[in-house]
């Protein structure tokens, strides 16, 4: 009976691997990004047929681990909202990963930071994939821009400017550090920024061998955010900056520069963190964090330009979109299982592993993201949109 029986699953299984290639596509395009790679693996026919159908770009945010130093075999952990219980392990990924810290992510790349000695590299966790980047000491001033400018930096700073060419690298994993990452995952064309002061901002694309001075900081940086060929600047007073970075260098695209009264501070809590996020249609928001520390007490408050009154309007709800926080960005979530609307992804960098939740504007509620006991393994942990 037991040969009966393995005869009856085998019969059963070779129908499966017989089906028609256009229901097998209807199938596949049917599929999240994580079931669609599960189900290519059942056979040859269904890797095959996977090759005809679109694969669905995932658009939820998972979770990365960052490991202790030789903690956990140098691999990392990611989590998928969206799967309960499922925990995803990247392995082998080298004594130097463990050693770096994420400063930014696009997509699955990660930009790293090594401390001693002080450099930056690209690298995908899921594919091991690296793309060394030039050294930090190799900086240079070389845009030549019209005096005239209205964007040009103030003319106080030469001194500063020239001290940022050839002084020491900080540590851009702290607080003062200020990254953006942008990959293309076909291509591979990429451009990193980075700035250590307030004062100085530098860049790098592919193909550069070194870092070029970014030429318009004149506020002061508060916080960046680069998205779809575009840079977005929040200044130390208040103004709001794009500029484009599709050509060989940078254009102011604000012809003019309008300052946005920040919104009152509340008078009963304590502003963690106050950063600047891009909408899809490239609408900037503020969102201020307060009381990080007291998840009972902890609230976000986000708000929008208004072009009328130059002022900060708040935004009671995100609608059909959710931000995450430490990217900067909002994503769609209407017709998307596995993501909460009207919400914010936090996992702040400098705040390790116990800061990690799900804010609901709707309930003003954190919801904790638990991620197991075996977390005081990890120093740290993010919030990115894999290529999966």
Same mark, same amino acid.
């Given at each position: 009976?037991?040969?009966?029986?393995?005869?009856?699953?085998?019969?059963?299984?070779?129908?499966?691997?017989?089906?028609?290639?256009?229901?097998?596509?209807?199938?596949?395009?049917?599929?999240?990004?994580?079931?669609?790679?599960?189900?290519?693996? #059942?056979?040859?026919?269904?890797?095959?047929?996977?090759?005809?159908? $679109?694969?669905?770009?995932?658009?939820?945010?998972?979770?990365?681990?960052?490991?202790?130093?030789?903690?956990?075999?140098?691999?990392?952990?990611?989590?998928?909202?969206?799967?309960?219980?499922?925990?995803?392990?990247?392995?082998?990924?080298?004594?130097?990963?463990?050693?770096?810290?994420?400063?930014?992510?696009?997509?699955?790349?990660?930009?790293?930071?090594?401390?001693?000695?002080?450099?930056?590299?690209?690298?995908?966790?899921?594919?091991?994939?690296?793309?060394?980047?030039?050294?930090?000491?190799?900086?240079?001033?070389?845009?030549?821009?019209?005096?005239?400018?209205?964007?040009?930096?103030?003319?106080?700073?030469?001194?500063?400017?020239?001290?940022?060419?050839?002084?020491?690298?900080?540590?851009?994993?702290?607080?003062?550090?200020?990254?953006?990452?942008?990959?293309?995952?076909?291509?591979?064309?990429?451009? $990193?920024?980075?700035?250590?002061?307030?004062?100085?901002?530098?860049?790098?694309?592919?193909?550069?061998?070194?870092?070029?001075?970014?030429?318009? $900081?004149?506020?002061?940086?508060?916080?960046? #955010?680069?998205?779809?060929?575009?840079?977005?600047?929040?200044?130390? #007073?208040?103004?709001?900056?794009?500029?484009?970075?599709?050509?060989?260098?940078?254009?102011? $695209?604000?012809?003019?520069?309008?300052?946005?009264?920040?919104?009152?501070?509340?008078?009963?809590?304590?502003?963690?963190?106050?950063?600047?996020?891009?909408?899809?249609?490239?609408?900037?928001?503020?969102?201020?964090?307060?009381?990080?520390?007291?998840?009972?007490?902890?609230?976000?408050?986000?708000?929008?330009?208004?072009?009328?009154?130059?002022?900060?309007?708040?935004?009671?709800?995100?609608?059909?979109?959710?931000?995450?926080?430490?990217?900067?960005?909002?994503?769609?979530?209407?017709?998307?299982?596995?993501?909460?609307?009207?919400?914010?992804?936090?996992?702040?960098?400098?705040?390790?592993?116990?800061?990690?939740?799900?804010?609901?504007?709707?309930?003003?509620? #954190?919801?904790?993201?638990?991620?197991?006991?075996?977390?005081?393994?990890?120093?740290?942990?993010?919030?990115?949109?894999?290529?999966?």
């Amino acid at each position: 009976m037991g040969s009966g029986k393995s005869r009856k699953i085998e019969v059963e299984a070779a129908k499966w691997s017989k089906l028609c290639g256009d229901v097998l596509q209807i199938v596949f395009e049917r599929l999240s990004a994580t079931d669609f790679d599960r189900a290519k693996a #059942v056979c040859s026919a269904w890797r095959s047929a996977s090759k005809e159908s $679109v694969r669905k770009r995932n658009r939820i945010p998972w979770l990365i681990l960052f490991p202790y130093e030789r903690s956990n075999g140098y691999s990392c952990r990611l989590l998928n909202p969206a799967e309960t219980g499922l925990v995803y392990r990247s392995r082998k990924l080298g004594v130097e990963f463990t050693q770096s810290r994420c400063i930014a992510t696009c997509g699955s790349w990660l930009l790293m930071y090594v401390r001693d000695p002080p450099k930056l590299y690209i690298f995908n966790p899921l594919t091991r994939e690296r793309i060394n980047l030039p050294p930090l000491d190799s900086r240079i001033n070389d845009i030549i821009i019209s005096p005239e400018d209205p964007s040009l930096m103030r003319d106080d700073l030469p001194s500063s400017r020239e001290a940022a060419l050839t002084e020491k690298v900080k540590d851009l994993s702290s607080d003062w550090g200020l990254a953006a990452l942008w990959v293309d995952e076909r291509s591979k064309d990429y451009i $990193v920024l980075w700035s250590q002061s307030q004062c100085c901002l530098f860049f790098s694309k592919k193909g550069d061998n070194f870092w070029r001075m970014f030429p318009y $900081v004149r506020f002061g940086l508060a916080d960046l #955010v680069y998205q779809g060929h575009r840079l977005y600047i929040y200044t130390q #007073v208040f103004f709001i900056e794009m500029y484009d970075f599709s050509g060989d260098s940078p254009v102011a $695209v604000t012809p003019c520069l309008y300052t946005y009264l920040p919104p009152p501070y509340l008078s009963d809590a304590f502003t963690t963190r106050t950063r600047i996020a891009v909408t899809p249609s490239g609408q900037v928001l503020m969102v201020r964090c307060h009381d990080i520390h007291n998840t009972t007490s902890c609230t976000f408050y986000v708000y929008k330009m208004n072009l009328v009154t130059e002022k900060w309007d708040h935004m009671p709800s995100l609608g059909d979109q959710a931000l995450i926080f430490n990217l900067g960005i909002t994503v769609p979530t209407k017709d998307i299982q596995g993501i909460t609307p009207d919400s914010i992804y936090f996992s702040g960098p400098g705040f390790g592993t116990n800061y990690i939740f799900i804010f609901n504007l709707a309930t003003r509620k #954190v919801q904790p993201f638990i991620i197991s006991s075996t977390r005081n393994k990890f120093f740290d942990a993010r919030w990115f949109i894999p290529n999966v």
